[in-house]
């Protein structure tokens, strides 16, 4: 059970910060929800207490950050050049709110974007992935989103030369 304070992480969501609980009534059971206050966009969201774990609701972890920030200055991977196969890989990845694959997305996104070879899909992936892992970093850090993002942007843009085109 998370209590009010706990920075967590919701895996299609990205990070927040749970601010309390609520109960909704319904006419045959009384629900309990973690209100949880997203870092990325100020929105508040509900999460039912019971299906938090079923859902992938989990604490920000310092470590799996550090892991991703080291996955974002690694040489990027070829992504397939076939639209739906690069589509699928990376939702795949996004999917599983695991924050070293979503850094995969990032970096690999980043590097192909330097090449002019994004697509308007790309770029909204692309987006989600910065989202999500700028909002773990600054839950971990107990910074503001915008450091985080910052701090994120450098990592790429002092990666990005050094990277050969996708």
Not at 5 to 20: F, I, S, Y
Not at 80 to 86: A, I, T
Not at 137 to 150: I, N, Q, Y
Request: with cysteine; proline share 4%.
């Amino acid at each position: 059970m998370f209590r009010q304070g706990d920075r967590v992480v919701h895996p299609n969501h990205g990070a927040g910060v749970v601010k309390g609980l609520e109960s909704a009534d319904h006419p045959d059971e009384a629900n309990k929800y973690y209100v949880i206050e997203l870092y990325a966009n100020r929105l508040t969201m509900l999460v039912p207490v019971g299906s938090a774990d079923n859902l992938g609701l989990r604490l920000a972890d310092g470590e799996l950050v550090d892991e991703a920030l080291e996955v974002l200055v690694q040489s990027p991977c070829d992504l397939p050049s076939e639209f739906k196969s690069r589509q699928k890989e990376l939702m795949d990845k996004l999917r599983s709110g695991d924050t070293r694959l979503i850094a995969e997305v990032c970096r690999d996104l980043f590097h192909r974007s330097r090449a002019g070879q994004l697509t308007s899909t790309d770029s909204r992936v692309l987006e989600q992935a910065r989202n999500f892992v700028a909002t773990e970093l600054a839950a971990v850090r107990g910074c503001e989103p915008e450091a985080a993002f910052e701090e994120l942007a450098g990592l790429l843009d002092g990666k990005a030369g050094d990277a050969e085109p996708v």
